[in-house]
DNA sequence: GCGCAGATAGTTTTT
DNA sequence: CTATCTGCGC
């Protein structure tokens, strides 16, 4: 049976006790055996194990509390802990209690260790990324702001079609206002809390006038089509929250207190929405770490969190800069980089761990060297007893990645690149949702493109164009020409028969959803099996054939899981990293920003370049300081060997460049760094260190 | 309206 | 290099 691609709450799981660190577990019998009451949790247990400043932020009573975090600093076990010593000692009530993370993998995480250090009461909690807890928060009076309640979230593909129709609409030349551009601006627009109107007045140069217009115009035709995309989730809150002073009350009182994980990551949208929420009672415990804000591309802005106790007056500021995962080398690579940065936080990670071995610097011919000297590395280290799962090679971009991974599988050594091909974006699970969307939101215009012609129902484009133009010209959604399409004169019959079948299946659909939920209303859609057919026959081979049933089986898998379509859509929107249980069986390849808050006993930083890392277009100012915060959380993941490389060559966009050493390099003082320059072989492994010094000899 | 072939543009990082 | 788009013939 394929593996599901996503698993829901923990909660259920029984529980390990929340391990504290540092060994000073006593025995004093496994809670684990039966997860406890809330009565009888002993608040004692949360300061089991922790340290001083720990323990400061896990018991810290009333108003707001920022936790500076350093990397490998424990700061998710005290968020953790501080949630169930809140509940244990304060008797707070787990129901309202709302906690953000920044990612899906991170809440999950989270709910997995509150689940088992407080039993069944953690699955009433809110723990959910900013995304998720808009949507919720949004929902349920999307209506005041002028959305359906049964608005559906936009992936950013249908955003980019639906900017190129826009941007084809108005008379513009896609080649000079290219789709990804005046999409960054939008979403730059939107978290900057800017809308489109503001957005217009604000620029000056035609070109972002011209994307104003844009903005202005897709906006307008999200709300038609009763969708929103990322950025509105927090912006169209942020609005709910400021012009509804009854549902800002509500949701002021829904919640006793407010955590935050990563505030170094959030934008403006996000702060305003915390604020709102707040304002009241004050209770916020905001964690993070403003060296390791590397978002600032989508707006995240590094001063919420460095000006947080101007922005909460009598706020109590912890620093946690005790590490506990990296060897002192490591960590002195660390800490020497991004002092080369100005805009930073008070702060200096240390440990007592010991020093370790040295940094291992590798300059290779070109990027297949560099991708055989990383896996025969990652033998080595293998064949030394580490499981696949110790090593993990973090790239600048995910180009990078690509012949590693092949060199990786070449030597038939196990690896998974991580964000590969998310699940909800394979065609045919695109295919399926827009129909599941269809029946939940019939104005979806996009979705009704995307599905309303697959399988074939003879409704080619142009009968797509006599519909819209009709729900135009009477100021419809598509929803509602579809249901009057009998209006329309100049139909072809065959298309009419389409339509008439396309709006059946989606009545059988939506009913069949009633009675039996989503996979029922999938098993109808599927009905004939002529999609099925279709996608096979479209299939290039006999693999790709088997692979795109399987995601369609899988799909039915999840939909069977859930209750109602509108869950089954949400979920899809907003959980976009792939879930896969990392089981420690395979070396894993990731970008940097996916590796955050993980952490390795063997890291490998590739194509430390002048051009990739630093990127060549963030080469000065606040730009470089992002990357070099970027090669600070790189550096900060690994435990004990860091192996980082670069080539002399390397291939990019099909031509050859002969790349600088990165500057980061440079910045790591020598005595840290194995003294030869040379393959980390050379001194680990004493058989290549004759090799190497033959060849320096020019033996 | 459909399907194929060739062109083509796009590549930083992600919820 | 590769997913997506355009244009052409059917």
């Known amino acids: ?47 089991e194990g922790l340290n001083p400043a720990q323990r400061e932020a896990v018991v810290h009573g009333d108003g707001p509390l920022l936790v500076v975090a350093g990397a490998g600093s424990g700061k998710t076990t005290v968020l953790t802990n501080r949630i169930g010593y809140l509940i244990a000692e304060r008797g707070m009530d787990p129901d309202r209690i709302l906690a953000i993370t920044f990612t899906n993998k991170a809440a999950r995480e989270m709910k997995r260790r509150l689940a088992s250090s407080l039993g069944p009461v953690a699955a009433d909690m809110w723990v959910s990324t900013f995304h998720s807890a808009c949507a919720r928060m949004l929902r349920p009076y999307a209506d005041r702001i002028g959305l359906p309640r049964s608005f559906t979230i936009l992936q950013e593909d249908d955003c980019r079609r639906l900017l190129r129709d826009v941007t084809d609409d108005l008379g513009f030349d896609a080649k000079q206002l290219s789709v990804g551009g005046t999409k960054a601006l939008i979403s730059a627009a939107k978290n900057r809390l800017v809308g489109p109107r503001q957005s217009v007045v604000e620029t000056n140069d035609a070109r972002a006038s011209a994307r104003a217009r844009i ?117 002195d690579a660390a800490n020497a980089v991004i002092a080369n940065n100005d805009l930073r936080p008070e702060k200096n990670l240390w440990t007592d761990a010991g020093v370790g071995r040295q940094i291992c610097v590798r300059e290779a011919d070109d990027g297949d060297d560099e991708a055989a000297w990383i896996a025969d590395q990652a033998d080595t280290l293998l064949k030394k007893g580490a499981k696949p799962g110790d090593i993990a090679v973090l790239c600048r971009a995910k180009a990078v990645a690509r012949p590693i991974e092949a060199e990786l599988v070449r030597r038939g050594i196990p690896s998974r690149t991580v964000g590969g091909i998310p699940f909800f974006e394979r065609r045919e699970v695109k295919d399926l949702l827009a129909y599941l969307r269809m029946v939940v939101n019939r104005d979806d215009e996009l979705s009704f493109r995307r599905c309303v012609n697959v399988p074939k129902r003879a409704v080619g484009d142009s009968s797509i164009k006599k519909l819209r ?32 079948a396309f709006a059946d299946l989606l009545d059988a659909a939506g009913s069949a959803a009633v009675a039996g939920g989503p996979a029922a209303a999938l098993d109808v859609v599927l009905g004939d099996g002529a999609y099925l057919r279709e996608l096979v026959a479209a299939a290039r081979d006999a693999e790709e054939a088997q692979y795109r049933e399987e995601s369609v089986e899988q799909f039915l898998a999840i939909a069977s899981d859930h209750s109602s379509i509108e869950e089954v859509v949400e979920m899809a929107s907003l959980v976009t990293a792939d879930d896969e249980d990392d089981d420690g069986s395979r070396v894993l390849l990731m970008t940097i920003h996916a590796s955050k808050g993980l952490e390795f006993p063997h890291v490998f930083v590739p194509a430390m370049e002048e051009g990739i890392f630093p990127d060549r277009r963030c080469t000065e100012g606040a730009e470089l300081e992002e990357e070099r915060r970027l090669a600070y959380v790189a550096i900060t993941r690994a435990r004990r060997g860091l192996y980082l490389s670069h080539a002399r060559q390397r291939r990019v966009l099909d031509q050859v460049r002969r790349p600088e050493r990165s500057r980061f390099l440079d910045e790591i003082p020598t005595d840290l760094v194995d003294a030869m320059d040379q393959p980390m072989a050379a001194s680990e492994h004493g058989v290549d260190r004759f090799a190497t010094l033959k060849a320096q000899l020019g033996l």
């Open 1 to 47: 049976m394929p593996e599901r691609p996503t698993e829901r709450t923990g909660a259920r799981r029984p529980g390990r006790v929340a391990a504290p660190r540092a060994g000073g577990e006593g025995p004093s019998g496994p809670p684990a055996a039966s997860p406890p009451g809330r009565r009888a949790l002993d608040p004692a247990r949360f300061l």
């Open 469 to 500: 133009s009709f729900a135009r010209s009477y100021a419809l959604s598509i929803g509602q020409a579809l249901d009057r399409r009998h209006e329309i004169d100049d139909l072809p019959s065959q298309a009419r028969e389409g339509l008439d």
């Open 215 to 331: 903005y202005a115009e897709y906006q307008q035709r999200m709300r038609r089509s009763g969708n929103v995309d990322f950025d509105d989730l927090l912006f169209d809150t942020v609005t709910l929250l400021r012009d509804h002073s009854d549902v800002l009350a509500h949701y002021q009182q829904r919640f006793d207190t407010v955590l935050v994980d990563e505030y170094q990551d959030t934008n403006r949208a996000q702060s305003a929405l915390v604020e709102l929420l707040v304002a009241g009672h004050r209770n916020l415990c905001c964690v993070g770490d403003g060296d390791q804000s590397i978002y600032g591309f989508r707006a995240a802005d590094v001063g919420n969190i460095l000006h947080f106790a101007e922005t909460f007056p009598g706020t109590r500021t912890i620093v946690l800069d005790r590490n506990y995962r990296s060897t002192g080398t490591i960590l």
